[in-house]
């Protein structure tokens, strides 16, 4: 189930950004989601 979610959520913040900038800014926040969701 959490594969799924985090999968979903790489693919959400994927299709959200424009720019080779803005796609390094969501994988890094994306990261860090993961990393909080990983650490509960």
Not at 1 to 18: F, H
Request: aromatic share 0%; proline share 0%; net charge positive.
């Amino acid at each position: 189930m959490k594969k799924i979610v985090a999968l979903l959520m790489v693919l959400g913040v994927l299709a959200g950004c424009n720019t080779m900038e803005g796609l390094g800014k969501d994988i890094k926040t994306g990261g860090q989601k993961l990393e909080k969701a990983a650490t509960k």
